[in-house]
Protein backbone atom coordinates (compact mmCIF):
# COMPACT_ATOMS: atom_id res chain seq x y z
CA UNK A 1 0.00 0.00 0.00
CA UNK A 2 1.15 3.42 -0.98
CA UNK A 3 1.73 6.45 1.14
CA UNK A 4 -0.70 8.46 -1.07
CA UNK A 5 -3.12 5.99 -1.76
CA UNK A 6 -6.08 7.73 -0.18
CA UNK A 7 -5.21 10.76 -1.24
CA UNK A 8 -7.76 12.63 -4.34
CA UNK A 9 -7.45 12.29 -7.55
CA UNK A 10 -6.31 9.04 -6.74
CA UNK A 11 -4.23 9.22 -10.20
CA UNK A 12 -2.24 12.00 -9.71
CA UNK A 13 -0.96 11.12 -6.45
CA UNK A 14 -0.90 7.37 -7.51
CA UNK A 15 1.52 8.62 -10.39
CA UNK A 16 3.44 11.36 -8.13
CA UNK A 17 4.30 8.67 -6.06
CA UNK A 18 5.30 6.37 -8.69
CA UNK A 19 7.54 8.77 -9.74
CA UNK A 20 8.92 9.44 -6.34
CA UNK A 21 10.14 5.89 -6.33
CA UNK A 22 12.33 6.47 -9.24
CA UNK A 23 15.26 7.95 -8.74
CA UNK A 24 15.56 11.22 -10.50
CA UNK A 25 17.71 14.07 -10.05
CA UNK A 26 19.56 16.34 -13.08
CA UNK A 27 21.50 13.97 -15.46
CA UNK A 28 20.01 10.57 -14.03
CA UNK A 29 16.96 10.80 -15.94
CA UNK A 30 17.06 7.42 -17.96
CA UNK A 31 14.74 5.55 -15.73
CA UNK A 32 12.03 7.98 -14.83
CA UNK A 33 11.84 8.48 -18.75
CA UNK A 34 11.96 5.11 -19.47
CA UNK A 35 9.15 4.52 -17.04
CA UNK A 36 6.94 7.20 -19.27
CA UNK A 37 7.89 5.01 -22.30
CA UNK A 38 5.84 2.01 -20.76
CA UNK A 39 3.32 4.11 -19.58
CA UNK A 40 2.72 5.12 -23.15
CA UNK A 41 3.27 1.41 -24.80
CA UNK A 42 0.88 0.31 -22.21
CA UNK A 43 -1.75 2.48 -23.16
CA UNK A 44 -1.38 2.44 -27.19
CA UNK A 45 0.20 5.68 -26.99
CA UNK A 46 2.55 7.22 -29.65
CA UNK A 47 5.47 8.67 -28.46
CA UNK A 48 8.99 9.63 -28.82
CA UNK A 49 12.17 9.46 -26.75
CA UNK A 50 15.12 11.47 -27.45
CA UNK A 51 18.52 10.66 -26.63
CA UNK A 52 18.48 13.73 -23.92
CA UNK A 53 15.67 11.36 -22.30
CA UNK A 54 13.35 13.89 -23.42
CA UNK A 55 10.11 12.50 -24.15
CA UNK A 56 6.74 13.72 -26.38
CA UNK A 57 3.12 11.21 -25.48
CA UNK A 58 0.43 11.60 -27.71
CA UNK A 59 -3.50 11.38 -27.10
CA UNK A 60 -6.04 11.58 -29.86
CA UNK A 61 -9.00 14.41 -29.04
CA UNK A 62 -11.70 12.99 -27.29
CA UNK A 63 -15.23 12.90 -28.69
CA UNK A 64 -16.34 15.64 -30.38
CA UNK A 65 -12.58 17.34 -30.00
CA UNK A 66 -11.15 15.47 -32.53
CA UNK A 67 -10.32 18.46 -34.62
CA UNK A 68 -9.80 20.05 -32.28
CA UNK A 69 -6.23 22.72 -32.17
CA UNK A 70 -3.89 20.55 -30.64
CA UNK A 71 -2.89 21.41 -26.96
CA UNK A 72 0.62 20.72 -25.27
CA UNK A 73 1.18 19.70 -21.43
CA UNK A 74 4.92 20.35 -20.24
CA UNK A 75 6.47 19.65 -17.26
CA UNK A 76 9.93 18.44 -16.37
CA UNK A 77 11.31 15.13 -15.35
CA UNK A 78 14.34 15.80 -12.86
CA UNK A 79 14.06 17.71 -9.87
CA UNK A 80 16.85 19.48 -7.19
CA UNK A 81 18.31 16.45 -5.01
CA UNK A 82 18.98 18.24 -1.65
CA UNK A 83 19.30 16.40 1.83
CA UNK A 84 19.63 16.95 5.46
CA UNK A 85 23.15 15.79 6.48
CA UNK A 86 22.08 12.77 8.66
CA UNK A 87 19.87 11.50 5.97
CA UNK A 88 21.27 8.66 4.13
CA UNK A 89 19.06 8.34 0.93
CA UNK A 90 21.28 7.67 -2.21
CA UNK A 91 19.56 9.90 -4.73
CA UNK A 92 21.51 8.26 -7.44
CA UNK A 93 19.85 4.64 -6.37
CA UNK A 94 17.19 5.45 -3.56
CA UNK A 95 13.70 6.87 -3.95
CA UNK A 96 12.19 8.89 -1.81
CA UNK A 97 10.25 8.55 1.37
CA UNK A 98 7.30 9.97 1.57
CA UNK A 99 5.20 11.21 4.03
CA UNK A 100 2.18 13.24 4.58
CA UNK A 101 1.53 16.09 7.75
CA UNK A 102 -1.94 17.38 7.41
CA UNK A 103 -2.46 18.94 4.11
CA UNK A 104 1.09 18.49 2.66
CA UNK A 105 3.38 15.77 1.41
CA UNK A 106 6.79 15.76 1.90
CA UNK A 107 9.94 13.47 1.70
CA UNK A 108 11.79 13.02 4.97
CA UNK A 109 14.73 14.37 5.02
CA UNK A 110 15.10 15.27 1.42
CA UNK A 111 13.68 17.66 -1.23
CA UNK A 112 10.32 16.10 -2.93
CA UNK A 113 10.94 17.21 -6.13
CA UNK A 114 7.06 18.39 -6.88
CA UNK A 115 8.88 20.72 -8.58
CA UNK A 116 8.21 19.23 -11.24
CA UNK A 117 6.76 15.58 -10.48
CA UNK A 118 3.84 16.40 -9.73
CA UNK A 119 3.37 18.49 -13.29
CA UNK A 120 4.32 14.84 -14.82
CA UNK A 121 2.05 12.94 -13.04
CA UNK A 122 -1.18 15.32 -13.32
CA UNK A 123 -0.25 14.85 -17.17
CA UNK A 124 0.11 11.02 -17.19
CA UNK A 125 -3.18 11.38 -15.05
CA UNK A 126 -5.00 12.85 -17.64
CA UNK A 127 -3.29 10.70 -20.66
CA UNK A 128 -4.84 7.84 -18.37
CA UNK A 129 -8.51 8.76 -17.97
CA UNK A 130 -10.74 7.99 -20.98
CA UNK A 131 -13.83 9.97 -19.53
CA UNK A 132 -12.41 13.63 -20.03
CA UNK A 133 -13.00 15.96 -22.62
CA UNK A 134 -9.99 17.61 -24.20
CA UNK A 135 -8.54 18.62 -27.54
CA UNK A 136 -5.69 15.95 -28.92
CA UNK A 137 -2.52 16.17 -26.68
CA UNK A 138 0.86 16.25 -26.93
CA UNK A 139 2.43 15.82 -23.39
CA UNK A 140 6.32 16.73 -23.47
CA UNK A 141 8.81 15.73 -20.63
CA UNK A 142 11.71 17.46 -20.33
CA UNK A 143 14.96 16.71 -18.88
CA UNK A 144 17.48 18.36 -16.64
CA UNK A 145 15.44 21.51 -16.42
CA UNK A 146 16.82 22.00 -12.79
CA UNK A 147 20.62 22.69 -14.41
CA UNK A 148 20.33 24.92 -17.50
CA UNK A 149 16.96 23.59 -19.21
CA UNK A 150 19.52 21.63 -20.79
CA UNK A 151 16.35 18.92 -22.22
CA UNK A 152 14.61 21.74 -23.41
CA UNK A 153 17.79 23.22 -25.19
CA UNK A 154 18.69 20.15 -27.01
CA UNK A 155 14.89 19.09 -27.77
CA UNK A 156 13.74 19.29 -31.19
CA UNK A 157 10.16 20.88 -31.60
CA UNK A 158 9.67 19.99 -35.36
CA UNK A 159 6.66 17.25 -34.88
CA UNK A 160 5.12 19.43 -32.09
CA UNK A 161 1.88 20.89 -34.05
CA UNK A 162 0.57 22.93 -31.00
CA UNK A 163 0.68 26.62 -30.67
CA UNK A 164 -1.02 26.00 -26.99
CA UNK A 165 1.41 25.26 -23.69
CA UNK A 166 -0.05 24.46 -20.29
CA UNK A 167 3.04 24.80 -18.60
CA UNK A 168 2.81 22.92 -15.14
CA UNK A 169 5.75 24.22 -13.64
CA UNK A 170 5.00 27.03 -11.33
CA UNK A 171 3.74 26.38 -7.50
CA UNK A 172 1.82 29.15 -6.48
CA UNK A 173 -1.71 28.22 -6.91
CA UNK A 174 -3.74 31.35 -8.29
CA UNK A 175 -0.59 32.72 -9.99
CA UNK A 176 0.06 32.39 -13.71
CA UNK A 177 3.26 33.09 -14.98
CA UNK A 178 3.35 34.88 -18.28
CA UNK A 179 6.62 36.12 -18.61
CA UNK A 180 10.12 35.14 -17.16
CA UNK A 181 13.70 36.49 -17.23
CA UNK A 182 16.30 34.80 -19.53
CA UNK A 183 19.64 33.08 -17.60
CA UNK A 184 23.33 31.29 -17.69
CA UNK A 185 25.30 29.12 -16.04
CA UNK A 186 28.97 30.87 -15.81
CA UNK A 187 31.74 28.76 -14.32
CA UNK A 188 34.60 30.85 -12.81
CA UNK A 189 37.91 28.90 -12.30
CA UNK A 190 40.74 29.47 -10.88
CA UNK A 191 44.31 27.79 -10.88
CA UNK A 192 44.98 25.33 -7.83
CA UNK A 193 48.74 25.22 -7.87
CA UNK A 194 49.68 23.65 -4.22
CA UNK A 195 53.30 23.56 -2.26
CA UNK A 196 54.52 22.30 0.80
CA UNK A 197 53.90 24.20 3.80
CA UNK A 198 54.33 23.58 7.92
CA UNK A 199 50.91 24.01 10.06
CA UNK A 200 48.31 22.82 11.95
CA UNK A 201 44.94 21.48 9.59
CA UNK A 202 41.68 23.39 10.86
CA UNK A 203 38.30 24.29 9.28
CA UNK A 204 35.59 26.64 8.87
CA UNK A 205 31.72 25.55 8.44
CA UNK A 206 29.14 27.72 7.93
CA UNK A 207 25.97 26.02 8.17
CA UNK A 208 22.26 26.34 8.95
CA UNK A 209 21.95 28.89 5.74
CA UNK A 210 18.20 29.17 5.25
CA UNK A 211 18.62 28.49 1.04
CA UNK A 212 15.49 28.47 -1.27
CA UNK A 213 15.31 28.74 -5.03
CA UNK A 214 18.08 31.21 -6.70
CA UNK A 215 14.86 33.01 -8.99
CA UNK A 216 12.06 32.38 -6.77
CA UNK A 217 13.65 33.44 -3.63
CA UNK A 218 16.53 35.85 -4.71
CA UNK A 219 14.61 38.29 -3.04
CA UNK A 220 14.03 38.19 0.38
CA UNK A 221 18.23 38.60 0.26
CA UNK A 222 18.90 36.23 2.84
CA UNK A 223 22.51 34.90 3.03
CA UNK A 224 24.60 32.79 0.79
CA UNK A 225 26.91 30.03 2.30
CA UNK A 226 29.96 30.41 -0.01
CA UNK A 227 29.30 34.11 -0.11
CA UNK A 228 29.78 34.30 4.10
CA UNK A 229 32.66 31.65 3.74
CA UNK A 230 34.40 34.47 1.83
CA UNK A 231 34.13 37.13 4.40
CA UNK A 232 35.07 34.96 7.13
CA UNK A 233 38.29 33.92 5.29
CA UNK A 234 39.20 37.62 4.87
CA UNK A 235 38.64 38.40 8.16
CA UNK A 236 40.79 35.89 9.18
CA UNK A 237 43.66 36.73 6.65
CA UNK A 238 43.73 40.03 7.93
CA UNK A 239 45.37 38.58 10.87
CA UNK A 240 46.50 35.16 11.08
CA UNK A 241 48.78 33.54 8.68
CA UNK A 242 47.26 30.63 6.92
CA UNK A 243 46.94 28.82 3.42
CA UNK A 244 43.99 26.95 1.99
CA UNK A 245 43.44 23.16 1.34
CA UNK A 246 40.31 23.12 0.13
CA UNK A 247 37.10 25.09 0.16
CA UNK A 248 33.52 23.50 -1.04
CA UNK A 249 30.19 24.80 -0.66
CA UNK A 250 26.92 23.92 -2.42
CA UNK A 251 25.54 21.42 -5.35
CA UNK A 252 23.11 23.53 -7.60
CA UNK A 253 23.51 26.86 -9.10
CA UNK A 254 20.18 27.53 -8.81
CA UNK A 255 19.64 26.95 -5.64
CA UNK A 256 20.93 29.48 -2.56
CA UNK A 257 24.06 27.92 -1.22
CA UNK A 258 23.28 26.64 2.63
CA UNK A 259 26.36 25.80 3.51
CA UNK A 260 30.00 25.89 2.78
CA UNK A 261 33.60 25.26 4.61
CA UNK A 262 36.65 25.84 4.63
CA UNK A 263 40.18 23.57 5.17
CA UNK A 264 42.90 25.57 6.09
CA UNK A 265 46.65 25.08 7.23
CA UNK A 266 47.31 27.67 10.21
CA UNK A 267 50.77 28.77 10.85
CA UNK A 268 51.90 27.23 14.23
CA UNK A 269 50.67 29.47 17.96
CA UNK A 270 47.76 31.02 15.83
CA UNK A 271 44.94 28.60 16.92
CA UNK A 272 43.73 31.26 19.90
CA UNK A 273 43.53 34.46 17.49
CA UNK A 274 41.52 32.06 14.70
CA UNK A 275 39.25 31.19 17.04
CA UNK A 276 38.32 34.43 18.23
CA UNK A 277 37.95 35.90 15.05
CA UNK A 278 35.25 32.76 14.02
CA UNK A 279 33.61 33.85 17.24
CA UNK A 280 33.49 37.90 16.23
CA UNK A 281 32.28 36.74 12.77
CA UNK A 282 29.47 34.50 13.82
CA UNK A 283 28.43 37.55 16.27
CA UNK A 284 28.33 40.12 13.50
CA UNK A 285 26.96 37.78 10.55
CA UNK A 286 24.58 36.04 12.49
CA UNK A 287 22.95 39.66 13.84
CA UNK A 288 22.98 40.96 10.22
CA UNK A 289 20.44 37.94 8.81
CA UNK A 290 18.54 37.10 12.13
CA UNK A 291 15.71 37.52 10.44
CA UNK A 292 16.40 35.16 7.28
CA UNK A 293 19.03 33.21 8.04
CA UNK A 294 17.57 32.30 11.90
CA UNK A 295 19.58 29.13 12.19
CA UNK A 296 23.10 29.97 10.56
CA UNK A 297 26.13 29.24 11.95
CA UNK A 298 29.68 29.89 11.40
CA UNK A 299 32.01 27.69 13.74
CA UNK A 300 36.17 26.94 13.71
CA UNK A 301 37.56 24.21 14.59
CA UNK A 302 41.28 23.14 15.42
CA UNK A 303 40.42 19.55 16.17
CA UNK A 304 39.06 19.00 12.69
CA UNK A 305 36.56 16.35 12.03
CA UNK A 306 37.18 12.85 10.46
CA UNK A 307 35.54 14.11 6.96
CA UNK A 308 37.08 17.17 6.79
CA UNK A 309 40.73 15.39 8.04
CA UNK A 310 39.85 13.04 4.56
CA UNK A 311 39.41 15.75 2.29
CA UNK A 312 42.56 16.95 3.61
CA UNK A 313 44.66 13.90 3.18
CA UNK A 314 47.11 14.13 0.81
CA UNK A 315 46.85 17.70 0.03
CA UNK A 316 49.69 20.22 -0.08
CA UNK A 317 47.92 23.83 0.35
CA UNK A 318 47.52 26.58 -2.07
CA UNK A 319 50.35 28.89 -2.81
CA UNK A 320 49.88 32.32 -1.25
CA UNK A 321 49.03 33.38 -4.47
CA UNK A 322 46.39 31.38 -5.45
CA UNK A 323 44.51 30.95 -2.23
CA UNK A 324 44.24 34.76 -1.90
CA UNK A 325 42.53 34.84 -5.89
CA UNK A 326 39.69 32.49 -4.20
CA UNK A 327 39.31 34.61 -1.21
CA UNK A 328 39.40 37.95 -3.23
CA UNK A 329 36.61 36.84 -5.53
CA UNK A 330 34.51 34.99 -2.89
CA UNK A 331 34.83 38.32 -1.07
CA UNK A 332 34.27 40.60 -4.17
CA UNK A 333 32.36 38.87 -6.62
CA UNK A 334 28.63 40.44 -7.41
CA UNK A 335 25.94 38.48 -6.27
CA UNK A 336 22.13 38.79 -5.00
CA UNK A 337 19.60 40.88 -6.29
CA UNK A 338 21.42 43.66 -8.64
CA UNK A 339 18.57 45.35 -10.05
CA UNK A 340 15.18 45.76 -9.64
CA UNK A 341 12.09 46.21 -12.36
CA UNK A 342 11.23 50.00 -13.05
CA UNK A 343 8.18 48.98 -14.63
CA UNK A 344 6.93 46.49 -12.34
CA UNK A 345 6.70 47.01 -8.83
CA UNK A 346 8.68 44.19 -6.66
CA UNK A 347 9.93 41.90 -9.56
CA UNK A 348 13.68 41.80 -9.31
CA UNK A 349 15.15 42.66 -12.80
CA UNK A 350 19.08 41.38 -12.68
CA UNK A 351 20.16 39.04 -10.44
CA UNK A 352 23.21 36.39 -9.87
CA UNK A 353 23.74 33.48 -7.34
CA UNK A 354 27.16 31.42 -6.33
CA UNK A 355 25.61 28.21 -6.30
CA UNK A 356 28.39 25.89 -6.11
CA UNK A 357 32.22 26.43 -4.64
CA UNK A 358 33.91 23.37 -5.67
CA UNK A 359 38.20 22.66 -5.18
CA UNK A 360 39.91 19.91 -7.36
CA UNK A 361 43.62 18.68 -7.72
CA UNK A 362 44.45 21.93 -10.05
CA UNK A 363 41.49 23.74 -9.87
CA UNK A 364 38.49 26.20 -8.15
CA UNK A 365 35.11 27.02 -9.67
CA UNK A 366 32.79 29.38 -8.50
CA UNK A 367 29.69 28.51 -10.56
CA UNK A 368 27.31 31.60 -10.80
CA UNK A 369 23.36 31.57 -11.97
CA UNK A 370 23.29 34.43 -13.61
CA UNK A 371 19.55 35.94 -14.45
CA UNK A 372 18.17 38.30 -16.00
CA UNK A 373 14.92 39.73 -18.17
CA UNK A 374 17.08 42.43 -20.19
CA UNK A 375 19.36 40.93 -21.88
CA UNK A 376 21.51 43.90 -22.34
CA UNK A 377 22.24 43.68 -18.43
CA UNK A 378 22.63 39.85 -18.87
CA UNK A 379 25.75 40.45 -20.53
CA UNK A 380 27.05 43.11 -18.30
CA UNK A 381 26.99 40.88 -15.60
CA UNK A 382 28.40 38.41 -17.03
CA UNK A 383 31.67 40.58 -18.72
CA UNK A 384 31.87 41.72 -15.14
CA UNK A 385 32.04 37.89 -13.45
CA UNK A 386 35.03 38.08 -17.10
CA UNK A 387 37.19 41.25 -16.00
CA UNK A 388 36.98 40.38 -12.58
CA UNK A 389 38.11 36.14 -12.63
CA UNK A 390 40.91 36.96 -15.60
CA UNK A 391 42.31 39.92 -13.33
CA UNK A 392 42.37 37.33 -10.35
CA UNK A 393 44.23 34.47 -13.29
CA UNK A 394 41.56 32.70 -13.89
CA UNK A 395 38.74 31.83 -16.86
CA UNK A 396 35.22 31.71 -17.44
CA UNK A 397 32.99 28.94 -18.64
CA UNK A 398 29.36 29.81 -19.93
CA UNK A 399 26.90 27.62 -20.70
CA UNK A 400 23.12 27.19 -20.29
CA UNK A 401 22.26 30.11 -21.80
CA UNK A 402 18.07 30.75 -22.55
CA UNK A 403 16.51 33.83 -23.27
CA UNK A 404 13.69 35.66 -21.43
CA UNK A 405 10.33 34.91 -22.22
CA UNK A 406 8.41 38.08 -22.95
CA UNK A 407 4.86 38.89 -21.99
CA UNK A 408 2.55 38.99 -24.85
CA UNK A 409 -0.32 41.32 -24.86
CA UNK A 410 -2.69 39.06 -26.83
CA UNK A 411 -2.43 35.89 -25.05
CA UNK A 412 -5.66 34.14 -26.03
CA UNK A 413 -4.87 31.36 -23.46
CA UNK A 414 -4.14 33.89 -20.72
CA UNK A 415 -7.78 35.14 -21.50
CA UNK A 416 -9.88 31.77 -21.45
CA UNK A 417 -7.61 30.83 -18.63
CA UNK A 418 -7.95 33.67 -16.52
CA UNK A 419 -11.77 33.27 -17.13
CA UNK A 420 -11.97 29.79 -16.39
CA UNK A 421 -10.29 30.43 -12.78
CA UNK A 422 -12.53 33.25 -11.92
CA UNK A 423 -15.12 31.62 -12.74
CA UNK A 424 -14.43 28.02 -10.93
CA UNK A 425 -13.05 30.01 -7.56
CA UNK A 426 -14.76 33.13 -7.59
CA UNK A 427 -11.06 34.47 -6.92
CA UNK A 428 -9.41 37.18 -9.24
CA UNK A 429 -6.07 35.47 -10.92
CA UNK A 430 -2.76 37.01 -10.52
CA UNK A 431 -0.75 37.36 -13.82
CA UNK A 432 2.93 37.99 -13.24
CA UNK A 433 6.40 38.35 -14.84
CA UNK A 434 8.79 36.57 -12.49
CA UNK A 435 12.59 36.05 -12.01
CA UNK A 436 12.88 32.65 -11.92
CA UNK A 437 13.14 30.63 -15.31
CA UNK A 438 10.51 28.52 -17.09
CA UNK A 439 10.79 26.43 -20.11
CA UNK A 440 8.38 28.32 -22.57
CA UNK A 441 10.88 31.09 -23.24
CA UNK A 442 12.86 28.06 -25.12
CA UNK A 443 9.67 26.89 -26.23
CA UNK A 444 8.65 30.18 -27.51
CA UNK A 445 12.04 30.72 -29.36
CA UNK A 446 11.95 27.09 -31.05
CA UNK A 447 8.30 27.55 -31.77
CA UNK A 448 7.17 31.20 -33.06
CA UNK A 449 3.65 32.10 -32.43
CA UNK A 450 3.50 29.61 -28.98
CA UNK A 451 1.20 31.27 -26.96
CA UNK A 452 1.45 29.54 -23.46
CA UNK A 453 0.75 29.72 -19.50
CA UNK A 454 2.84 28.47 -16.66
CA UNK A 455 1.15 27.68 -13.23
CA UNK A 456 0.95 24.69 -10.50
CA UNK A 457 -0.20 23.86 -6.83
CA UNK A 458 0.85 25.66 -3.78
CA UNK A 459 4.65 24.11 -3.43
CA UNK A 460 6.65 25.48 -0.53
CA UNK A 461 10.41 25.99 0.34
CA UNK A 462 11.12 23.98 -2.93
CA UNK A 463 15.13 23.04 -3.74
CA UNK A 464 15.77 22.42 0.07
CA UNK A 465 14.78 19.68 2.76
CA UNK A 466 12.08 21.54 3.82
CA UNK A 467 9.93 21.44 0.02
CA UNK A 468 5.98 20.60 0.93
CA UNK A 469 3.47 20.45 -1.61
CA UNK A 470 0.25 21.38 -0.83
CA UNK A 471 -2.86 18.39 -1.22
CA UNK A 472 -5.70 20.44 -1.25
CA UNK A 473 -4.22 22.47 -3.78
CA UNK A 474 -3.01 19.65 -5.90
CA UNK A 475 -6.45 18.55 -6.36
CA UNK A 476 -8.04 21.79 -7.49
CA UNK A 477 -5.37 22.13 -10.22
CA UNK A 478 -5.82 19.37 -11.49
CA UNK A 479 -9.73 19.91 -11.56
CA UNK A 480 -8.77 23.28 -13.28
CA UNK A 481 -6.57 21.95 -15.81
CA UNK A 482 -9.28 19.15 -16.85
CA UNK A 483 -11.67 22.51 -17.09
CA UNK A 484 -9.39 24.58 -19.29
CA UNK A 485 -8.59 21.38 -21.76
CA UNK A 486 -12.80 20.97 -21.86
CA UNK A 487 -12.82 24.88 -22.71
CA UNK A 488 -10.06 24.35 -25.72
CA UNK A 489 -12.87 23.13 -28.07
Known sequence: MGVLDNLVPEKVFYYFEELCNIPHGSKNTKAISDYCVNFAKERGLAYHQDASNNIIILKNGSKGYE????????????????????????????????AIDGDY????????????????????????????DHPPLEAVFTVDEEIGMLGAVAMDCSSLKSRLMLNLDSENEGHFLV??????????????????????????????????????????????????????????????????????????????????????????????????????????????????????????FVEVSKEDEASAAGKMPLTEACGNAVIAALRTFPWGVQKMSQDMEGLVQ????????????????????????????????????????????????RSSDYPAWEYVEDSKLRILMGDTYREMYKKEPVMEVIHAGVECGLFSEKMPGLDCVSYGPDIFDIHTPQERLSISSTKRIYEYTVEVLKRLK
Open 105 to 132: IYAKGTTLGGDDGIAVAMALAILDDDTL
Open 350 to 397: TSLNPGILATKEDEISLTFSVRSSVASEKEELYERLVCLTESLGGKVN
Open 67 to 98: DSKPVIIQGHLDMVCEKEKDCTIDFEKDGLDL
Open 179 to 300: GCAGGMMVECVFPAERRRWSGKVVSVHVNGVTGGHSGVEIQKQGANANVILGRVLYALKKKVAFNVICVDGGLKDNAITRSSRAILMLAPGEEEIFMDIIKEQQEIITKEYHKTDANMSIEG
